[in-house]
């Protein structure tokens, strides 16, 4: 069956989970989102950075379902954000998985420091215009990095994909996000597994027959989030997309909302402090 949607505020929709592909390449990146579209996922995140968007490009081309059920995510990393070259970067992204457009494209990071994110995102802005790109959007950036790209060109992004988490619940960003009409994106949304077994989640799994995986990818969902779980396991595939048949009551949603930490990040990938090129 058709997952649910999220319309975004350029009237396009995407699907309510996606599948992550990073750090997958070559044959077994063709492998595994074949098999992710095959369980029914239909919302593929790829980036240059990630260099596999040729090889999801193929899997998208063999896997025997039409171009227009399918939604390709791509970014754009650092060390394009001048204008001339983010506009060469989508280019060189069609040129390179020889799709006729993009659905999605992200800046990557906003690498405040070099402060070239602002250029990026006027490159978006017109590469959507010359219809190659359908959807354009941001990763990592904080409410102030929106404030700039708005105030410049009265566009608001589509989309924001943070690291959202339970270590991790970005409650600021998400109402931020709300307000502004943009949808929120989760990379690692499992935490790389961290939680899975903590008793707010185990105890939420045990009750609706799940796994801790499941539920905490519904409890992304219920709060509005859209997540992009990784895998290239076909029964783990299978289950991070079986996340629509249960609900999580309020008081388990408030359970799982005490694992936040203040050092919840995987890493120190503070979008004030990394610079990704």
């Known amino acids: 069956m058709p997952i649910a949607t999220y319309t975004l505020n350029d009237g396009t929709t995407l699907p309510q989970v996606g599948f992550g592909t990073w750090p997958l390449k070559g044959a077994e990146a063709v492998r595994a989102t074949v098999g992710a579209i ?11 950075n990630y260099e596999n968007e040729a090889d999801v490009a193929q899997a998208m081309r ?4 039409d171009r227009e059920s399918l939604v390709f995510t791509t970014k754009i990393p650092g060390r394009f954000h001048a204008h001339a ?3 060469e970067c ?6 390179r998985t020889g799709l006729d457009h993009l659905d ?6 906003p690498n405040p420091r070099v402060g070239l994110f602002g250029e990026a995102w006027r490159a978006l802005v017109d590469v959507r215009e010359r219809g190659l790109v359908r959807s354009i959007g941001v990763s990592n950036f904080t409410p102030a990095h929106l404030d700039a790209i708005v105030a410049d060109t009265g566009v608001v992004p589509a989309v924001n994909q943070i690291e959202l988490h339970p270590a991790f619940p970005q409650d600021a960003a998400l109402a931020d996000h709300a307000r502004r009409g943009i949808v929120t994106q989760a990379w690692s949304p499992l935490g790389k597994g961290a939680l899975l077994e903590a008793p707010p989640v185990a105890d939420a799994a045990r009750a609706h027959g799940v796994t801790g995986g499941q539920a905490v990818l519904r409890w992304e969902l219920q709060r509005g989030v859209l997540p992009l779980p990784k ?3 076909p029964e783990r595939q299978r289950l991070n997309l079986d996340v629509f048949g249960f609900t999580l009551t309020d008081d388990e949603m408030s359970s799982i909302a005490t694992l936040a930490r203040p050092d919840g990040r995987l890493f120190g990938g ?8």
């Open 62 to 65: 063999v896997c025997g379902l």
């Open 38 to 48: 095959e369980a029914g996922y239909r919302l593929l995140d790829s980036a240059v």
């Open 270 to 277: 503070d979008p004030d402090r990394h610079q990704e090129m």
């Open 104 to 109: 999605l494209v992200l800046i990557h990071w």
């Open 90 to 95: 989508v280019e060189d992204s069609l040129r």
């Open 85 to 87: 070259l983010a506009v």
């Open 231 to 233: 895998s290239s396991d």
